[in-house]
């Protein structure tokens, strides 16, 4: 399956961002004109979309962002999400976890 879509969005400076994927095979690339991603770094408007969030989408293609869900079953980016989704977990945790060691070492100061 070769596939692309293409979006509109919004960022948070009020600036438009063409953001784009194209499937090929069992690949997925997703661009965006935002400065990261331009650099190929994180750029949260790609990421948002592939979460399903239209609240910045200016385009009026709110179903493709359901298509680009299906364009990402299968493939490499699928698994890379969700080790993403495993570490935010693991991420979560840890914080928890530091967070009531915290609170056990100001008891025991108290004591």
């Known amino acids: 399956m070769d596939d692309s879509l293409k979006f509109l969005v919004r960022g948070s400076g009020g600036n438009a961002y063409e953001v784009g994927f194209k499937r090929y095979g069992n690949n997925l690339t997703g661009t965006c004109t935002c400065r990261a ?24 293609n709110t179903d493709d962002v359901y298509r680009l869900n299906d ?18 977990k693991a991420a979560d945790a840890a914080k928890k976890e530091l967070s009531s060691r915290k609170k056990a070492l100001a008891r025991a100061m108290r004591d």
């Open 71 to 88: 364009m990402i079953t299968g493939t490499d980016v699928e698994a890379a999400i969700e080790a993403v989704r495993i570490a935010e």
């Open 37 to 60: 991603g331009e650099m190929g770094m994180y750029c949260k408007h790609r990421f948002a979309l592939m979460e399903g969030e239209v609240t910045n989408l200016l385009s009026e």
